[in-house]
């Protein structure tokens, strides 16, 4: 299969080593990737902000870029979610936007249901608390949400599941908002923080070693805080953390 690197802005600008273990963990697990090097930002900004409609021009450059793979993959569970769900539908995108939509996936979830790999091993001796993002976990399904009647499961616990020496820690409030939310950081600056405080506080609290997550950009809101705190927690994208584990 022909898989196509979706690096988006915010590991591109600030986490690029992020980039680097996702194209090689899924050269580990034997994915033939390539990085489309005319990929820009896929519009989740402006839309974010109320300006979906000014998104067409990054749309049309995400499906021209991406239309000739087999599957789209990237090491975000928000911008995914925008290009599958909160792109301007476009009057002559039709059915190659569909099915540019229909195969973009975020990581962990490319892994599960596509690569079909039940678990990873390998071995990483740490103690870790995972962070689900809203994104994922509400709108890309890849983990169960406390406020529906349904059986618990979380596609990156499954892959953790065969790592030797991964301890997951169960948080109090595991699918807890990290108050990021994009441009709502910037606009409720003081709501964003506190709920910050408050979701980095649950991992402080069952001293975790590592904050894990599939989402950088939460990542970045818990850890400008904890270092603003002088807390000593470490954070990972889960990228590194599977790809460490095998390597």
């Keep these: ?36 090097m005319n990929q820009t930002c896929c519009g989740q900004p402006m839309a974010n ?13 995400f499906i021209e870029t991406f239309k000739d ?8 569970g928000s911008c995914v979610l925008h290009v599958k769900e909160h792109q301007p539908c476009l009057k ?12 973009t996936y975020e990581l962990s979830e490319f892994i599960t249901d596509i690569l079909k790999v039940d678990t990873i091993q390998g071995s990483f001796p740490h103690k870790i608390g995972f962070h689900s993002s809203c994104h994922g976990q509400r709108g890309l399904r890849l983990s169960s ?10 596609k990156a616990k499954a892959l953790f599941a065969g790592i ?26 003081a709501l964003s923080v506190q709920m910050g405080k408050d979701r980095l506080s649950d991992h402080l609290e069952h001293q975790v070693e590592i904050i894990c997550g ?21 954070f990972m994208h889960l990228a590194e953390i599977l790809n460490q584990a095998i390597s």
């Design 214 to 234: 599939g989402d950088v950009s939460c990542l970045m809101h818990l850890q400008g805080i904890a270092q603003r705190n002088n807390n000593q927690v470490k």
């Design 145 to 154: 949400s406390s406020e529906l009647n349904e059986a618990p499961f979380n």
């Design 164 to 189: 030797k020496g991964l301890e997951w820690v169960e948080l109090a409030r595991k699918d807890e908002c990290c108050g990021f939310g994009g441009t709502f950081a910037v606009s409720e600056e």
């Design 69 to 76: 793979f087999d599957y789209i993959v990237a090491p975000s």
């Design 92 to 103: 002559e995108g039709g059915k190659e936007q569909a099915e540019v939509q229909a195969k």
């Design 1 to 36: 299969m022909k898989v196509a690197l979706f690096i988006p802005c915010y590991i591109d600008q600030f986490y690029p080593h992020v980039g680097q273990a996702t194209l090689e963990l899924l050269e580990k697990l034997n994915c033939n990737v390539s990085y489309p």
């Design 49 to 61: 902000s109320g300006y979906e409609r000014d998104t067409e021009g990054t749309t049309r450059q």
